[in-house]
T-cell receptor
Framework: DAGVIQSPRHEVTEMGQEVTLRCKPISGHDYLFWYRQTMMRGLELLIYFNNNVPIDDSGMPEDRFSAKMPNASFSTLKIQPSEPRDSAVYFC????????????????FGEGSRLTVL | KNQVEQSPQSLIILEGKNCTLQ??????????LRWYKQDTGRGPVSLTIMTFSENTKSNGRYTATLDADTKQSSLHITASQLSDSASYIC????????FGTGTRLLVSP
Protein backbone atom coordinates (compact mmCIF):
# COMPACT_ATOMS: atom_id res chain seq x y z
CA ASP A 1 0.00 0.00 0.00
CA ALA A 2 1.25 3.49 -0.79
CA GLY A 3 0.27 4.85 2.61
CA VAL A 4 -1.59 8.08 3.26
CA ILE A 5 -1.05 10.50 0.41
CA GLN A 6 -1.29 14.25 0.90
CA SER A 7 -1.02 17.12 -1.53
CA PRO A 8 0.38 19.64 -1.93
CA ARG A 9 3.54 19.07 0.14
CA HIS A 10 4.18 22.80 0.27
CA GLU A 11 1.86 25.73 -0.23
CA VAL A 12 2.73 29.40 -0.05
CA THR A 13 -0.13 31.81 -0.38
CA GLU A 14 -1.11 35.34 0.50
CA MET A 15 -3.45 36.34 3.26
CA GLY A 16 -7.06 36.18 2.15
CA GLN A 17 -6.58 33.46 -0.43
CA GLU A 18 -8.35 30.12 -0.36
CA VAL A 19 -6.27 27.05 0.44
CA THR A 20 -7.31 23.46 -0.24
CA LEU A 21 -5.37 20.53 1.15
CA ARG A 22 -6.04 17.02 -0.08
CA CYS A 23 -5.72 13.56 1.41
CA LYS A 24 -6.07 9.98 0.22
CA PRO A 25 -6.25 7.55 3.17
CA ILE A 26 -5.05 3.98 3.24
CA SER A 27 -7.53 1.73 1.50
CA GLY A 28 -9.76 -0.06 3.99
CA HIS A 29 -9.26 2.42 6.81
CA ASP A 30 -12.58 3.68 8.05
CA TYR A 31 -11.23 6.61 10.06
CA LEU A 32 -9.60 9.74 8.70
CA PHE A 33 -8.11 12.50 10.82
CA TRP A 34 -6.84 16.00 10.08
CA TYR A 35 -4.17 17.39 12.42
CA ARG A 36 -2.30 20.68 12.56
CA GLN A 37 1.25 20.81 13.88
CA THR A 38 3.08 23.88 15.15
CA MET A 39 6.24 24.23 17.19
CA MET A 40 4.36 25.77 20.08
CA ARG A 41 1.36 23.47 20.30
CA GLY A 42 2.49 20.23 18.70
CA LEU A 43 -0.12 18.08 16.98
CA GLU A 44 -3.72 19.20 17.38
CA LEU A 45 -6.74 17.31 16.13
CA LEU A 46 -8.91 19.43 13.86
CA ILE A 47 -11.57 16.96 12.74
CA TYR A 48 -12.08 13.29 12.14
CA PHE A 49 -14.37 11.21 9.96
CA ASN A 50 -15.75 7.70 10.34
CA ASN A 51 -17.05 6.08 7.18
CA ASN A 52 -16.97 9.49 5.46
CA VAL A 53 -19.11 11.13 8.16
CA PRO A 54 -17.64 13.94 10.30
CA ILE A 55 -17.71 12.78 13.93
CA ASP A 56 -15.84 15.43 15.89
CA ASP A 57 -15.03 18.85 14.48
CA SER A 58 -14.54 20.56 17.83
CA GLY A 59 -10.90 21.21 16.98
CA MET A 60 -11.66 23.25 13.89
CA PRO A 61 -10.44 26.73 14.84
CA GLU A 62 -13.22 28.77 13.29
CA ASP A 63 -15.62 29.02 10.41
CA ARG A 64 -12.81 29.74 7.99
CA PHE A 65 -11.92 26.05 8.19
CA SER A 66 -14.01 23.34 6.57
CA ALA A 67 -13.42 19.68 5.76
CA LYS A 68 -15.19 17.22 3.53
CA MET A 69 -14.94 13.54 2.75
CA PRO A 70 -17.04 12.86 -0.34
CA ASN A 71 -15.94 9.23 -0.55
CA ALA A 72 -13.79 6.66 1.24
CA SER A 73 -10.67 7.53 -0.71
CA PHE A 74 -10.60 11.32 -0.63
CA SER A 75 -10.81 14.18 1.83
CA THR A 76 -10.16 17.91 1.68
CA LEU A 77 -9.39 20.56 4.26
CA LYS A 78 -10.20 24.07 3.11
CA ILE A 79 -9.23 27.40 4.62
CA GLN A 80 -11.03 30.46 3.32
CA PRO A 81 -9.87 33.14 3.79
CA SER A 82 -6.40 32.18 4.95
CA GLU A 83 -4.51 34.19 7.58
CA PRO A 84 -0.83 34.23 8.58
CA ARG A 85 -1.65 32.47 11.87
CA ASP A 86 -2.82 29.47 9.84
CA SER A 87 0.78 28.80 8.84
CA ALA A 88 1.59 25.28 10.04
CA VAL A 89 2.05 21.72 8.85
CA TYR A 90 -1.25 19.96 8.27
CA PHE A 91 -1.29 16.20 8.57
CA CYS A 92 -3.84 13.71 7.42
CA UNK A 93 -3.89 10.33 9.17
CA UNK A 94 -5.98 7.22 8.79
CA UNK A 95 -6.74 4.26 11.00
CA UNK A 96 -8.72 1.06 10.92
CA UNK A 97 -10.24 1.88 14.32
CA UNK A 98 -11.40 4.97 16.18
CA UNK A 99 -9.54 6.81 18.93
CA UNK A 100 -11.85 6.38 21.88
CA UNK A 101 -11.04 4.70 25.18
CA UNK A 102 -9.06 1.48 24.79
CA UNK A 103 -8.01 2.47 21.30
CA UNK A 104 -4.90 0.45 20.57
CA UNK A 105 -4.77 1.04 16.87
CA UNK A 106 -2.05 2.90 15.11
CA UNK A 107 -2.43 6.19 13.32
CA UNK A 108 -0.85 6.21 9.88
CA PHE A 109 0.19 9.71 8.94
CA GLY A 110 0.82 11.24 5.56
CA GLU A 111 3.90 13.33 4.86
CA GLY A 112 2.08 16.55 5.66
CA SER A 113 1.30 19.77 3.84
CA ARG A 114 3.40 22.72 4.93
CA LEU A 115 1.32 25.89 4.61
CA THR A 116 2.81 29.36 4.69
CA VAL A 117 0.44 32.31 4.59
CA LEU A 118 2.17 35.63 3.90
CA LYS B 1 -7.18 18.38 32.53
CA ASN B 2 -5.68 15.62 30.38
CA GLN B 3 -2.10 16.50 29.64
CA VAL B 4 1.04 14.86 28.33
CA GLU B 5 4.36 16.52 29.09
CA GLN B 6 7.64 15.48 27.53
CA SER B 7 11.17 16.25 28.57
CA PRO B 8 13.63 17.38 27.62
CA GLN B 9 12.28 19.66 24.92
CA SER B 10 15.44 19.08 22.91
CA LEU B 11 18.57 17.02 23.27
CA ILE B 12 21.93 16.71 21.53
CA ILE B 13 24.02 13.57 21.97
CA LEU B 14 27.07 12.09 20.30
CA GLU B 15 26.68 9.17 17.96
CA GLY B 16 26.99 5.89 19.81
CA LYS B 17 25.79 7.27 23.13
CA ASN B 18 22.59 6.28 24.90
CA CYS B 19 19.76 8.62 25.86
CA THR B 20 16.43 8.55 27.63
CA LEU B 21 13.36 10.61 26.82
CA GLN B 22 10.63 11.18 29.39
CA UNK B 23 6.85 11.36 29.15
CA UNK B 24 4.63 12.27 32.10
CA UNK B 25 0.88 12.19 31.76
CA UNK B 26 -2.17 13.17 33.75
CA UNK B 27 -4.62 11.43 31.45
CA UNK B 28 -7.51 9.56 33.02
CA UNK B 29 -8.76 6.97 32.50
CA UNK B 30 -5.56 5.63 31.00
CA UNK B 31 -5.75 3.03 28.28
CA UNK B 32 -2.38 2.89 26.56
CA LEU B 33 0.60 4.96 25.50
CA ARG B 34 2.33 5.04 22.15
CA TRP B 35 5.66 6.51 21.10
CA TYR B 36 5.97 7.97 17.61
CA LYS B 37 9.13 8.97 15.74
CA GLN B 38 8.90 11.91 13.38
CA ASP B 39 11.76 12.52 10.97
CA THR B 40 12.22 16.07 9.72
CA GLY B 41 9.73 16.84 7.00
CA ARG B 42 7.90 13.55 7.45
CA GLY B 43 4.83 12.30 9.27
CA PRO B 44 5.04 10.51 12.64
CA VAL B 45 5.56 6.76 12.61
CA SER B 46 4.71 4.46 15.50
CA LEU B 47 7.63 2.92 17.39
CA THR B 48 5.84 1.03 20.12
CA ILE B 49 2.68 0.84 22.21
CA MET B 50 2.50 0.28 25.96
CA THR B 51 -0.67 -1.02 27.57
CA PHE B 52 -1.58 -0.75 31.24
CA SER B 53 -0.14 -4.14 32.15
CA GLU B 54 3.18 -3.74 30.36
CA ASN B 55 6.30 -2.41 32.05
CA THR B 56 8.89 -2.73 29.31
CA LYS B 57 8.85 -3.26 25.58
CA SER B 58 11.71 -3.23 23.11
CA ASN B 59 11.88 -2.49 19.41
CA GLY B 60 15.46 -2.93 18.29
CA ARG B 61 17.57 -0.25 19.95
CA TYR B 62 14.47 1.41 21.35
CA THR B 63 13.15 0.37 24.76
CA ALA B 64 10.01 1.88 26.22
CA THR B 65 9.03 1.64 29.87
CA LEU B 66 5.78 2.43 31.61
CA ASP B 67 5.03 3.06 35.28
CA ALA B 68 1.25 3.34 35.50
CA ASP B 69 1.42 4.20 39.21
CA THR B 70 3.54 7.30 38.72
CA LYS B 71 2.09 7.95 35.25
CA GLN B 72 5.45 8.06 33.62
CA SER B 73 6.93 6.53 30.50
CA SER B 74 10.41 6.65 29.10
CA LEU B 75 11.97 5.85 25.75
CA HIS B 76 15.56 4.69 25.93
CA ILE B 77 17.71 4.70 22.81
CA THR B 78 20.81 2.53 22.89
CA ALA B 79 23.94 3.10 20.80
CA SER B 80 22.43 6.07 18.99
CA GLN B 81 22.83 6.48 15.26
CA LEU B 82 22.61 9.56 13.07
CA SER B 83 19.29 8.27 11.77
CA ASP B 84 17.84 8.55 15.27
CA SER B 85 17.82 12.33 14.83
CA ALA B 86 14.11 13.12 14.91
CA SER B 87 11.28 14.28 17.12
CA TYR B 88 9.79 11.70 19.46
CA ILE B 89 6.16 12.14 20.37
CA CYS B 90 4.35 10.50 23.28
CA UNK B 91 0.62 9.89 22.74
CA UNK B 92 -1.70 8.69 25.49
CA UNK B 93 -5.04 7.09 24.75
CA UNK B 94 -7.94 7.88 27.02
CA UNK B 95 -11.36 8.93 25.80
CA UNK B 96 -9.40 10.50 23.00
CA UNK B 97 -5.76 10.71 22.05
CA UNK B 98 -3.66 13.24 23.96
CA PHE B 99 -0.41 14.27 22.31
CA GLY B 100 2.79 15.51 23.90
CA THR B 101 4.68 18.29 22.14
CA GLY B 102 7.65 16.01 21.55
CA THR B 103 11.38 15.86 22.22
CA ARG B 104 13.69 16.91 19.43
CA LEU B 105 16.77 14.67 19.37
CA LEU B 106 19.90 15.49 17.41
CA VAL B 107 22.58 12.83 17.16
CA SER B 108 25.87 14.44 16.30
CA PRO B 109 28.75 12.61 14.57
Amino acid sequence: DAGVIQSPRHEVTEMGQEVTLRCKPISGHDYLFWYRQTMMRGLELLIYFNNNVPIDDSGMPEDRFSAKMPNASFSTLKIQPSEPRDSAVYFCASSSTGTGYSYTGELFFGEGSRLTVL
Amino acid sequence: KNQVEQSPQSLIILEGKNCTLQCNYTVSPFSNLRWYKQDTGRGPVSLTIMTFSENTKSNGRYTATLDADTKQSSLHITASQLSDSASYICVVSAQKLVFGTGTRLLVSP
